[in-house]
């Protein structure tokens, strides 16, 4: 009895530590968009409808279930740590110096290939009803979207965390700061608005995704499955081809129609 009070505890406070993060994300985005920035974001905005409060309550919801799924395997994860199965590390001299530096951007790198992979996988017809289809309810997604998923693609984002952490020696602060930008750039994916500066696409950062690559997803779905980066997308042959143009138009101050994406065709 002790035993699974210990452990129920324990997942508590896995739920309340993803519940913080996803709150701090979601509430900045929206407030940079709604309130701070609100009459320069409502020229850039991507699509002319907007979310109801019945998306938002939908999107809530569904993320606290995900959160849900999260402390578990965050209760998983800490057992695997236990075991000595995980190589996070919390002195900084364990690794030399170059690889304190890089390791951020490496899990990041990896994250964007497994995300890439795993998020098409998920679209194919015999999966996407039972892994993805919920997320997919958002198709004019707001921040607080961004963990709006099914018990299934919960668990698939969830396993990368112990995954990488198998895989890699990673410090501490790495691995937190990797969860942090992960779900503040998931956050700003889905905020309806167009962040980056017009010039973006035209320029060496266009590998980066911007919210208007994501929110076409949302639109159009067979396609712009990328997460951090647009090179997966390019190199697969899997980006609207109207992206760039949606983009212009969005970060110029123009509003597009939730049609925008009409007509993208995605080379196969």
Partial sequence: ??????????????????LFR???????????????????????RIQKRRAGWKDIRREVSFSMLTMGVFATIGLITGVLYDWGWLQLYRDWGEYPLWWNIVSLPVVILVHDAYFYWTHRTMHHPKLFRHFHRLHHLSRTPTPW?????????????????PLITILLP??????????????????????????HPRGWVDGPLDLLTTTTHHDLHHQKFQGNYGFYFTFWDRLMGTEFKNYKEAFRRAAGGNETDDESGAGAKVAT
């Fill in 170 to 195: 990673l410090h501490v602060l790495v691995w937190l700061s990797f969860i942090f930008v992960m779900i503040f750039r998931n956050a700003m994916l889905h905020a309806g608005c167009e962040f």
């Fill in 22 to 44: 996803y709150l701090l994300a979601t509430t900045t985005v929206s407030l940079l968009v709604g309130v701070v920035f609100r009459r320069w974001m409502d020229r850039r």
């Fill in 1 to 18: 009895m002790e035993f699974l009070l210990e452990m129920g505890q324990d997942w508590a406070r896995h739920f309340q530590r993803d």
């Fill in 145 to 161: 979207a961004a963990y709006s998923f099914s018990v299934g693609e919960a668990a698939l984002m969830a396993i990368f965390s």
